[in-house]
């Protein structure tokens, strides 16, 4: 994944934008809330930033929202029922480890051989084409 940090008043609501396996558009955003975890709000404005890329570039993207609070139930409802590609990362900020990765449908259909599993110590694992990308 190639990403650049984006920031001000232009930017399209995405904390970095970048490309996934060389061809997919891809939208960060990164949330920190030290308390609770990420709502539906935040899913909702994810939906509408990946709407207002579509409609100027006319191409699709990846949604991913990354943070180190967790995310709602309804947050990760919302994120399933969602029309566009998205992707919920929750990380150990200390660490720098994903702690969890939640995709939905349009995510699996666009990329069929991307593939989050539990591993024993229960941290995902993450594997695309049948190779590791994360332990």
């Known amino acids: 994944m190639d990403l650049r940090l984006t920031g001000g008043a232009h930017d399209g609501g995405f904390d970095m934008m ?6 997919t558009e891809v939208g960060v955003q990164c949330k920190s809330h030290w308390r609770k975890g990420i709502g539906v709000v935040t899913v909702r404005e994810m939906e509408g930033s990946i709407a207002a890329f579509c409609d100027r570039s006319k191409g699709d993207m990846v949604g991913v929202i990354c943070s180190h609070s967790g995310f709602s139930k309804f947050a990760v409802m919302k994120m399933k029922q969602s029309g566009y590609p998205m992707v919920l990362v929750d990380f150990n900020f200390d660490r720098r480890s994903i702690v969890g990765m939640d995709v939905n449908h349009q995510f699996n ?11 024993r110590a229960n941290s995902p694992a993450i594997f695309y084409h049948n190779e590791i990308l994360t332990r």
């Open 18 to 23: 970048g490309t996934w396996w060389g061809s």
């Open 109 to 119: 259909h666009k990329y069929p051989d991307f593939i989050v599993t539990k591993q």
